[in-house]
C-alpha cells in the first residue's frame, strides 16, 4: 500500500488533529526519521556475535550429540600441623580424557602461590587501584599524598615473615617413573610420558606443603584465623582450607586449556570427579568437608552420633556439639590426632574447615523426589557466632535448598555446610564459609545488629546457592563471572525476598540505577580480573536483568519454564553465555537478542523520557459541530495581556466609542456556519463507502480520547515502555508497550493511546521495575521533585539498621533530674 493511500484511509479514521497539533502521518514519520548513516540497530541478531553451533553446542542451547568433558579423581592424605600452621599432603590423580584430541601435557592450578612476593597478581598490583583485593590504601595525587593503611602494613609483614606458596615434589607417574614439570605463576605443566589420547585415562601422584596464609591479613579466600583471649594458652585457630590441593585446570571444547594465571578476582574453572580423602588433624578438632564422612565410628562419640540421628527428623536444629561442650573443648589442647575419612562423587572442587572452636549443629531436610530424598544441613561456629548463627544459619540453608530446587533440579548431595571463619562469603561442594558475628559486651552477652542479622541470612542464601551455580551448572568463573554470580544473585534475591520481603536484599531493578549511569563500568561480560566494580557488574546487574525479564518482559511461567529448562540441560555440565542466551530464547519462544545485546554486551542504560503529550479530538466534519467547538477552544485561550491591560485601565476600543457603525460581520464571527459548510458535509458524506461511514459514525458514537506520546531514548537501552495513566476521574489503568516498538528508530518514538476517558496524568515505568535512572523524566506533566531540607549532623556507615538495637535497649535514660539517693550538692 502506497504512503499517500495509508494516510489517506488513517485520515478517515481520524479525520483531523485537534489542538495545536496539526501534522499529517508523512510529517510525523519524518520528525522521528534517523538522520542517514547513523542508524543503530538495537535489535541486530546475536548469532553474529555468538560462537558458530556445532555438535558439542547446538543452536537450540542444549548440549550437543557429541557433547563432551573430563573427568578427574583425586585421592589425596593430607596433615595439618596446627602448631606451625602448614599443610602437608599427597595426591594421587587420576585423568580421564573424554575429548576428541590427543594431549601431550596436564596444567595444574596451584592457587597457593598467589600470594608469593613474586606472583604475577603481586608485582602487578596498581596501588590504590581499581578493583583491589586487600586492605585499603589511597594512590594519593597533586593535592593529596598517597597513604598506607596500617591493614596494609600488616598484609605486607604478613607476606614477608613466612614463605608462602606451594612446594611441590616427587612428581611420578602410576609406576614411580619422574615426570618433567614447569611451575608458571599459579599454574604447573606436568608432562606426559606418552601421549593420552581420546578415551584413554593416566595417572600420576605428586607431594605438596605450604603454609597457610593468616585470612585477615591478606585478604584471602581460606586460611587460618586466631583467636588470642581464648582459655587455652597461646589462644586457638580456625582453619579454613580451599584451594588447598593443586587442582587440574579444565581442558574445554571452546578454549582448550583454561590455563589464566590466578590474579585473586577471578575464580576458578574446574573438572567434575570423584575424591577421596583423609585429614589427620588435631584429635580434639570438628572437622567440616565436602562430602560423606566414612569413618564417624573412629572420630565421633556416641553421643554425637546419637544427637546426628535425632538431627535428621529434628523440628529445629539439633546440637551435634554443644555451646558448652565446644567452650570446654577450646580450653585444652591436645597433641594426639585423629584421621577423618571423606568421599564425594561427582563434585567439581573440594574444601573443609577445622577447629576446637566448632559448636556444630544440623537438621534434616527431606526434599523428596528420587535423585537424594535426604539432605543433612549442618552449619560450624564458634561462641563468636552466637546466639545468631545457632537461630538462623542452618534453617537459611534449608529455606535456600527449597527455593533453588524450585527453580532448577533437586539438589544432589547429600550434605549442605555453613561454616563461620574469617572469610566473608565464599562456596565450594556442600560446604560455605560464611562471616558474620556477633559483639561481646561488658555484662558478657553477645548481641548483634539488624545488620548484621540480614548479613548472615543473605551470605547463606548466596553461598548455598552457589551450591547449584556453579557447583552443580558448571560454568567457567574466570571468564564469565555473571554466569554464576548473577544467576545466583538473581535467584537469593528470590529466596531472600521469600524469607523476608522488607529487608533490602539489593536485587530490585531500581537499586542498580546508580551504577547504570556511572561512568565506570564495563559490559557484564568482560572478563573478571578486568572488571573495575566487580560486585555491581556481574551481582547486582545481571540480576537485576533477570529479574527485568522474569517480572516485566517475559513474564513469570515463561521465564522460569526456560530458566529450569537450562538449569537441567546442563547440570554437570560446563555452559557458556551462548547457551544460556539460546536456552532461553528456544524454551520461552521470545527473541532477546535486542535484551542480551543491551544488558550484556554494553554499558548502555535506561532513560527513557516522556517529552510531550498530544492531546487530539475527533473532527466529525459536520460543521455545525465542528465549527462550536473550535468557537469554544477559542474562547478559552487567555486573553491578550495588552487588551487586558488596557481594559482594566478604562481604556475604549473603537469599536466601542462607535457602536452605532455595525455591519454583517459584527454579528457573524469566523466560526459561523454557512451552508456552503453543510453542502460540502453532505457531500462527503454521500462520497463514502459504507464501511468507511460505519467507522466514521461508530468513531463519533464513542467520542473516544486520542493522545500521541512521544519517547526519548535518552540512555541508548531500549526496553519496554510500561505506562500508568491516571484519569480525570481519578481511575487509573497501566498500558504495556513492548521494546520493539524501538526496532526501527532506537532514538525517539511516538505512540497513539485510545482512551475512554480525558487524561489528567501520565508516568513511565511507575512501579520503578525496568531500571529507570531517571525518573523525573517520566511524569507528564512533570511533577514538582520531592526533596526536604534537612538539618543533620555526619554519622558513621551503617545507618538504622546498623545499630545494635540488642545492646543499646539497655541504655538507661540520662536526665537532668538527679537520681533519689544523690546527696544535696552546695555552689
Not at 130 to 149: C, I, K, M, Q, T
Not at 440 to 454: P, V
Request: one cysteine or more.
Amino acid at each position: 500500500m502506497s504512503p499517500n493511500r495509508l494516510a489517506r484511509r488513517l485520515s478517515l479514521c481520524c479525520l483531523a488533529l485537534g489542538g495545536s497539533l496539526l501534522l499529517s502521518l508523512p510529517a510525523l514519520a519524518d520528525a522521528i526519521r534517523q538522520t542517514k548513516g547513523d542508524f543503530d540497530d538495537k535489535f541486530r541478531q546475536l548469532e553474529d556475535s555468538l560462537p558458530t553451533a556445532n555438535t558439542w553446542r547446538n543452536a537450540a542451547g542444549q548440549p550437543g550429540h557429541e557433547y563432551w568433558q573430563q573427568k578427574v579423581d583425586y585421592r589425596i592424605s593430607a596433615t595439618l600441623d596446627e602448631e606451625n600452621r602448614r599443610l602437608t599432603g599427597t595426591q594421587g590423580v587420576s585423568y580421564q580424557n573424554n575429548s576428541p584430541d590427543t594431549l601431550t601435557y596436564l596444567w595444574l592450578q596451584l592457587d597457593q602461590n598467589i600470594f608469593r612476593a613474586d606472583s604475577m597478581a603481586e608485582m602487578s598490583e596498581d596501588f590504590g587501584g581499581v578493583g583491589r583485593r586487600g586492605p585499603a590504601v589511597e594512590a594519593g595525587s597533586l593535592d593529596s599524598p598517597a597513604r598506607l593503611s596500617l591493614d596494609e602494613l600488616r598484609r605486607q609483614q604478613a607476606m614477608a615473615d613466612v614463605a608462602m606458596g606451594y612446594e611441590i615434589s616427587n612428581v611420578r607417574d602410576s609406576r614411580g617413573n619422574p615426570l618433567d614439570y614447569t611451575i608458571v605463576g599459579t599454574l604447573m605443566r606436568i608432562d606426559l610420558s606418552a601421549p593420552l589420547r581420546s578415551g584413554q585415562s593416566t595417572q600420576f601422584n605428586l607431594d605438596f606443603a605450604f603454609n597457610i596464609v593468616e585470612e585477615d591479613a591478606v585478604s584471602a579466600r581460606s586460611g587460618y584465623e586466631h583467636f588470642p583471649d581464648d582459655a587455652r594458652e597461646g589462644g586457638n585457630d580456625i582453619f579454613l582450607l580451599a584451594q588447598w590441593f593443586p587442582r587440574l585446570a579444565a581442558y574445554t571444547d571452546y578454549e582448550g586449556w583454561t590455563n589464566k594465571e590466578f590474579l585473586g578476582r577471578g575464580e576458578f574453572t574446574l573438572e567434575f570427579g570423584d575424591y577421596e580423602v583423609e585429614m589427620t588433624v588435631p584429635a580434639d578438632h570438628i572437622v567440616s568437608s565436602t562430602g560423606v564422612l566414612n569413618n564417624p565410628a573412629q572420630v565421633l562419640s556416641t553421643e554425637q552420633r546419637a544427637r546426628l540421628t535425632a538431627a535428621e527428623t529434628a523440628q529445629r536444629p539439633l546440637f551435634i556439639v554443644t555451646p558448652q561442650e565446644a567452650l570446654e573443648n577450646e580450653r585444652e589442647g591436645t597433641r594426639e590426632t585423629k584421621t577423618w575419612r571423606f568421599s564425594a562423587q561427582n563434585v567439581r572442587d573440594f574444601a573443609w574447615a577445622s577447629s576446637r572452636k566448632f559448636i556444630w549443629d544440623a537438621k534434616g531436610h527431606r526434599q523428596g523426589g528420587n535423585v537424594r530424598p535426604f539432605v543433612m544441613a549442618m552449619s560450624f561456629y564458634p561462641k563468636e557466632g552466637e546466639p545468631l548463627w545457632s537461630t538462623y544459619s542452618t534453617e537459611a540453608i534449608i529455606h535456600t535448598l527449597e527455593v533453588y530446587s524450585r527453580f532448577t533440579f533437586d539438589y544432589p548431595y547429600p550434605t549442605a555446610q555453613s561454616v563461620n571463619g574469617p572469610v566473608g562469603g565464599m562456596e565450594y561442594p556442600m560446604i560455605t564459609f560464611n562471616g558474620p558475628r556477633t559483639t561481646l559486651q561488658d555484662d558478657g552477652s553477645r548481641t548483634y545488629s539488624l545488620a548484621e542479622k540480614q548479613f548472615l541470612i543473605g551470605v547463606v542464601i548466596h553461598e548455598i546457592g552457589h551450591g547449584y551455580f556453579p557447583m552443580i551448572v558448571n560454568s567457567d568463573e574466570r571468564q564469565w563471572t555473571w554466569m554464576d554470580e548473577g544467576l545466583n544473585s538473581f535467584l537469593d534475591g528470590v529466596a531472600g525476598r521469600e524469607w523476608d520481603p522488607d529487608v533490602p536484599w539489593g536485587v530490585e531493578p531500581a537499586d542498580i540505577t546508580d551504577y547504570m549511569r556511572s561512568q565506570d563500568q564495563v559490559p557484564i561480560m568482560t572478563q573478571s580480573d578486568s572488571i573495575s566494580r566487580l560486585g555491581p557488574n556481574a551481582y547486582s546487574k545481571p540480576a537485576a536483568a533477570l529479574n527485568i525479564l522474569r517480572e516485566t518482559i517475559m513474564g513469570r511461567d515463561l521465564f522460569d519454564f526456560a530458566f529450569q529448562q537450562y538449569a537441567r540441560l546442563w547440570m554437570f555440565k560446563r555452559p557458556t553465555p551462548a547457551d544460556f542466551f539460546r536456552t532461553m530464547e528456544e524454551a520461552s519462544g521470545i527473541d532477546l537478542d535486542w535484551f542480551w545485546r543491551g544488558w550484556f554486551y554494553s554499558t548502555d542504560h535506561v532513560d527513557i523520557a516522556l517529552e510531550r503529550v498530544f492531546e487530539m479530538r475527533l473532527d466529525t466534519e459536520n460543521p455545525d459541530i465542528d465549527f462550536e467547538r473550535r468557537r469554544a477552544e477559542d474562547a478559552a485561550k487567555p486573553a491578550s495581556l495588552f487588551v487586558q491591560r488596557n481594559a482594566a485601565a478604562g481604556l475604549q476600543t473603537w469599536v466601542e466609542r462607535n457602536p452605532d457603525v455595525r455591519d454583517f460581520y459584527d454579528e457573524n464571527d469566523r466560526f459561523t456556519v454557512t451552508n456552503k459548510e453543510r453542502n460540502a458535509y453532505n457531500d462527503f458524506l454521500e462520497g463514502l463507502e459504507d464501511w468507511e461511514r460505519q467507522a466514521l459514525e461508530r468513531a463519533i458514537a464513542e467520542d473516544k480520547h486520542y493522545y500521541v506520546l512521544e519517547f526519548a531514548n535518552l540512555g541508548g537501552l531500549v526496553m519496554p515502555i510500561i505506562l500508568g495513566v491516571t484519569y480525570e476521574d481519578a481511575s487509573s489503568e497501566d498500558i504495556y508497550i513492548p521494546a520493539e516498538i524501538w526496532r526501527r528508530s532506537p532514538e525517539r518514538v511516538r505512540k497513539l493511546i485510545v482512551v475512554d476517558k480525558p487524561v489528567a496524568s501520565i508516568v513511565v515505568d511507575p512501579y520503578w521495575e525496568t531500571a529507570d535512572v531517571d525518573i523525573e523524566n517520566n511524569h507528564y506533566p512533570r511533577r514538582l521533585i520531592p526533596s526536604r531540607v534537612e538539618a543533620f549532623k555526619a554519622q558513621g556507615s551503617g545507618g538504622l539498621t546498623g545499630r545494635d538495637l540488642m545492646q543499646d535497649i539497655k541504655t538507661e535514660l540520662e536526665t537532668d533530674e538527679p537520681a533519689a539517693d544523690a546527696e544535696a550538692v552546695t555552689p
